[in-house]
């Protein structure tokens, strides 16, 4: 046979060959969008068990070459959100498969059309995953707890619930649920009697979290933003949690024609278990407990109604008895040791009950009515009296009496009482608007809201340094104490707020987007109007030429995939109760709002390292403040001096790394740096002098703060699975509690703090072995070892101020609980 002979035949076979090679494949088609609807860029798709992979184009269009005559896996990937694996079944040879998947980018809004924006394009907004909650060493069962890992936000007190955002206080910090604001107690001092917060991880769906620079339509407050949707189910789930601290559950369901939903859940918590750690000893007896449920009603197609209610009920019982407290340098201890008599009572309640009803007239349009009432009663009433004794601590390593008591420094005696109480009442109505015009977003709202507050208040100290003296009585025959308020107050006022907002998309191809818009707000009490204009910008330079790489397939190399933004605005913070009293009980008629000016820029980027998706954050900031309220914080009670007589600013950068360190478990590290200072004018001394104004750290000036939340498990027994939350924060100022904030001049130790769960999986949630009784009715099940404090660090929370007989003043730290071990368990129905 010759070369041309050869050469016919060859063509023939692979003429015929060459289709029935081809159809030894399928092709895979479909569409990546988010719950919107809207699609979905650079979604990463890898098809298990081969090495195929690809991504969706700018229109969220996938194009995927598959084995035929086998099942697969398709995992869809996007840093910052847990992956969607999708079960396909064997595709014939040749044969054109359609698969539209949704990833949950935005809260669901049913058919309603009007774009979320991603919330990449968002300055300082992150995304977290309620699931992770559920799974963290959380000593203080608060939803709050896993904030504390992300950039910008800092607490020295894992007790707490609450946080700081970038050198602001608890009060500069919004929290809604489903579109409602939630308000935090008044009388708690101490992390230990806030009781739990008001999210309940279970019910939650959707969580986004801003730390400054965020939109209008928030509301006014300095700091940040946490916006939480809670679910709406579509079909009946449960959950149970119970560990040595207490009790949480829920349970979930839907009607057959998903008309009806409804979210039930509640809890109990005692923290008593983690008190026993502390320096005071004494009976500890705290319960918290609460109830919420959330029912929706799909009226019509496009007409639902939204009910939301909460009870809650906490109180905070504690009979001291003793307390033994070491401090001091290595050369120089001192021991303190106090024996008390009395109690202190800490109860109240909250309910909550709010309702929405949202109407969609067309699919470009969305008109919402809020409306929703909040009720606290709150009682204080404590005497505790104490005898104390200061010793100086044998410090030599040779001596027999080593860390014994070696000489006496002072003994003294002191009692603090109050009967305290308030009762608060805040309702509001209003409306909220959504309208797509396009590339245009229009958003809007007002509200008009309602306050009464009623505040009783009796408190009084005395102290005796000496051990021996009486109390000094006045000219009329009364006892002259160290401190002494009593008073009745009541405040009732109105406020009126709304905004209007627009996102704009500029370009498709680099992803620019605009978002403008302008908020009012006015209250009565001050009669007062402040106006707050917002501007957030993004973009992605190199968003163009890497996808028409990935269209072309040149062999050019992609540029990173950065998404550079910024933003500016005002933010005003109307006072609202705190704010208004002064030391001495007494109103201020003529506060004003506090503003902060916000300048924020930065960016992130998208990198794949170990061939595992990360993504980096990093942005820098600056916050001018004036019309400041200067307060003091002693643990999480905050005081202010009730006049606007501050200006100062908080600058710092933030950093931040997430991604699968470890593959299939989402990790991340975040580093803050930060500065906050602040002037005050018409500052006296102790002698009465006026003190020449300069800046002097606020009291939320902590330089370094760096947290990291890290997750692994056993490769050889990925049931048997590990997380790490580490938290660490430079020192606080504090000083003599004098009312002199220039006299804060003093730095805490460094909060230092790592917390350790461990768990073993007992049912998977994604097990396909689903024979037997349990694992049939049970989604998922895991028990858990949890050790907080690993290290068992004594951070110091705050300070009691001791005189010895010559007037000398010690610092005395008071701590927060040491090395404890909790056992938990966690079923999902």
């Given amino acids: 046979m010759n070369k041309i002979t050869q050469s016919f035949f060859i063509g023939i076979f692979l003429l015929f060959a060459l289709p029935s090679l081809a159809q030894q494949k399928a092709t895979l088609i479909g569409v990546v969008s988010d719950t919107l609807e809207n699609a979905i860029a650079d979604v990463n798709i890898q098809v298990l068990p081969t090495s195929i992979t690809g991504m969706s184009d700018q229109r969220g269009v996938f194009s995927l070459q598959v084995p035929s005559n086998m ?4 995992v869809f990937t996007y840093v910052g959100r847990p992956p969607k694996k999708v079960e396909v079944r064997a595709l014939d040879p040749g044969e054109k498969f359609r698969l539209n998947v949704q990833l949950e980018f935005g809260v669901s809004l049913k058919t309603f059309v009007v774009s979320e924006e991603r919330d990449r394009e968002k300055v300082s907004m992150y995304t977290i995953d309620p699931k992770k909650v559920s799974t963290l060493a959380n000593v203080s069962g608060s939803f709050e707890q896993i904030l504390k890992t992300l950039p910008g936000v800092s607490s020295n007190n894992e007790l707490s619930s609450q946080y700081n955002v970038r050198g602001g206080n608890y009060d500069e910090n919004l929290i809604y649920v489903n579109d409602i604001e939630i308000y935090r107690p008044f009388l708690p001092r101490s992390g230990q009697q806030e009781g739990l917060s008001f999210i309940h991880t279970e019910l939650v769906q959707n ?4 730390a400054g620079g965020f939109e209008a339509r928030y509301g006014d407050k300095m700091s940040s933003v946490l916006d939480i949707k809670y679910k709406d189910p579509k079909k009946f789930g449960a959950s149970a949690t119970a560990s040595l601290l207490g009790l949480q559950t829920h349970v979930e369901g839907a009607s057959k024609d998903l008309r009806f939903t409804y979210l039930i859940g509640a809890r109990y918590w005692s923290n ?3 008190l026993g750690t502390f320096d005071v000893q004494g009976d500890y007896q705290p319960t918290f407990y609460d109830v919420q449920t959330l029912l929706n009603f799909h009226l019509k197609d496009n007409l639902s109604l939204s009910v939301l209610g909460s009870y809650a009920r906490n109180k905070y019982y504690f009979v001291p008895q003793n307390r033994e407290t070491t401090f001091g340098t290595v050369n120089r201890a001192y021991s303190l040791n106090i024996f ?5 009572l800490l109860e109240y309640q909250t309910g909550m009950g709010a309702a929405t009803l949202d109407y969609q007239p067309g699919n470009k349009t969305r008109l919402k009515l809020i409306a929703s009432t909040f009720y606290s009663n709150e009682n204080e009433i404590f005497t505790v009296e104490g005898a104390y004794r200061l010793s100086d601590i044998e410090t030599d390593l040779g001596s027999d009496n080593f860390a014994q008591a070696r000489s006496l420094r002072g003994v003294g005696y002191f009692i ?8 608060s009442q805040v309702s509001n109505i209003g409306h909220r608007g959504y309208h797509n015009l396009g590339n245009n977003n229009l958003q809007w709202g007002a509200f008009v809201q309602t306050e009464k507050i009623k505040d009783k208040l009796h408190e009084w100290y005395y102290d005796d340094s000496s051990g021996f003296s009486r109390p000094p009585i006045d000219t009329n025959g009364n006892f002259e104490l160290n401190s002494y308020l009593s008073t009745r107050l009541n405040l009732e006022s109105y406020r009126m707020n709304g905004y209007l907002q627009n996102s704009q998309t500029l370009s498709k191809s680099y992803n620019a987007t605009l978002t403008y818009g302008l908020r009012f707000n006015y209250w009565s009490y001050n009669q007062q109007i402040v106006v707050s204009p917002r501007v957030q910008f993004g973009f992605e330079p190199n968003r163009k030429y890497n996808r028409q790489v990935r269209e072309a397939k040149d062999g050019r190399k992609l540029r990173r995939d950065w998404l550079l933004k910024a933003a500016y605005g005002w933010y005003y913070q109307p006072p609202f109760y705190r704010e208004l009293r002064d030391f001495n009980g007494v109103l201020n008629p003529n506060i004003k709002a506090q503003r902060a000016i916000h300048y924020v820029a930065g960016g992130d980027m998208n990198f794949t390292a170990w061939n595992r998706p990360f993504k980096f954050i990093g942005e820098v900031y600056y916050k001018k403040l004036d019309n400041l309220i200067p307060y003091e914080i002693d643990n999480v009670r905050i005081r202010y001096f009730a006049i606007n007589n501050s200006s100062g600013y908080a600058t710092g950068v933030d950093f931040r790394v997430n ?21 005050i004018t018409g500052a006296l001394d102790a002698q009465g002098n006026p003190i020449t104004p300069s800046y002097v750290p606020r009291p939320t000036d902590q330089r370094v703060n760096f947290a990291i939340y890290f997750q692994d498990y056993l490769r050889k027994n990925p049931k048997l699975r590990m997380n790490l939350n580490l938290v660490y924060g430079s020192g ?3 000083g003599v509690p004098d009312q002199n904030r220039y006299n804060d001049i003093y730095r805490m130790p460094s909060y230092r703090r790592v917390d350790l769960g461990i768990n073993r999986v007992l049912i998977a949630e994604d097990s396909k072995e689903r024979d037997n009784f349990w694992k049939k ?3 998922s099940a895991w028990v858990g070892l949890e050790v907080f404090n690993l290290l068992g660090v004594n951070n110091t929370i705050s300070y009691i101020w001791i005189e010895d007989v010559s007037a000398n003043r010690y610092a005395v730290p008071n701590y927060l609980t040491n090395r404890r071990v909790n056992i938990k368990f966690m079923a999902r129905f």
Wanted: no cysteine; glycine share 6%.
């Fill in 71 to 74: 099942t697969f896996t398709l």
């Fill in 207 to 210: 969580v986004k979290f801003s």
């Fill in 272 to 274: 008593a278990y983690v």
């Fill in 340 to 344: 008390f008599e009395g109690s202190d």
């Fill in 416 to 423: 603090t009482n109050a009967r305290n109480a308030v009762v």
């Fill in 659 to 679: 991604g699968e360190f470890v593959k299939g478990a989402e990790s991340w590290a975040s580093l803050s740096i930060l500065k906050t200072q602040e002037k």
């Fill in 732 to 734: 606080l100022p504090f």
């Fill in 777 to 779: 009715n049970i989604q």
